[in-house]
């Protein structure tokens, strides 16, 4: 059974730096075709890509949020990190990771975890 | 501004026939496989379509399908569990990003 879950703090300040882990089971990170994509969604609004790292260590990453993001996963754990860095309001969100298995990592995500609420707030 | 364009919303009594689209360019629609997500109320988005691939536990009466770069999402048989706003999502390759439409809600009359 595949599940995946968000976890990291409801409320961070503005400029401060948010630090989510989505914990994975049910698959693996280092098989081909397995990739994890962090999605956001802002209350009323519709989804938001924000990064994707690949089976095989690549990373991409919004390029209108490049510079704030940082990706890394360790498989051992079956944990992916999303680092985003100056939150602001604006940045307030349902934070979801996602994974994508098949031919290509550019595949409509086929699961998804349940989400984690976080909202910037001083 | 989105880069998949839904209609805002869309209504349908229970039993008609509705079709949702999504209409993109030849290089999100045109190049990959479209998804389709519903999202009662607050609940995580669920695809319920992969290109014209049900997932599993989905019901048949959902159908996916494609030309050119629009992609539609087809409900035959509408129950009133099908109230929900649906997106479509796509790779895109010339921003290197999964893309979302704004989303479409669907009204069960």
């Known amino acids: 059974q595949v599940t995946l879950r968000e976890s990291g703090p409801a409320v961070v300040r503005p400029t401060e730096t948010l630090t989510l882990t989505c914990t994975f089971s049910?698959?693996?990170?280092?098989?081909?075709?397995?990739?994890l994509s962090w999605i956001r969604q802002p209350p009323g609004k519709a989804p938001e890509w924000l990064a994707r790292?690949?089976?095989?260590?690549?990373?991409y990453y919004n390029t209108s949020l490049k510079t704030r993001l940082t990706l890394s996963k360790d498989t051992s754990k079956n944990q992916v990190v999303l680092k985003m860095t100056h939150m602001e309001s604006v940045d307030t969100a349902t934070y979801y990771c996602?994974?994508?298995?098949?031919?290509?990592?550019?595949?409509?995500?086929?699961?998804w975890g349940q989400g984690t609420l976080v909202t910037v707030s001083s | 501004q989105s880069a998949l364009t839904q209609e805002v919303s869309v209504s349908g009594t229970v039993g008609q026939r509705v079709t949702l689209s999504c209409t993109g360019a030849?290089?999100?629609?045109?190049?990959?496989?479209v998804g389709w997500y519903q999202q009662i109320s607050h609940d995580t988005p669920k695809p319920v379509m992969f290109g014209s691939s049900l997932p599993s536990g989905i019901p048949d009466r959902f159908s996916g399908s494609k030309s050119g770069t629009t992609a539609s999402l087809t409900i035959s048989g509408l129950q009133p569990e099908d109230e929900a706003t649906y997106y479509c999502s796509s790779w895109d390759y010339s921003v290197t990003a999964q893309v979302f439409g704004g989303g479409t809600k669907l009204t069960v009359l």
């Open positions: 030849s290089h999100n629609i045109g190049s990959y496989t």
């Open positions: 790292i690949d089976w095989d260590d690549d990373k």
């Open positions: 049910g698959f693996s990170l280092n098989s081909y075709g397995v990739c």
């Open positions: 996602a994974r994508v298995e098949g031919n290509y990592c550019g595949a409509p995500p086929d699961k």
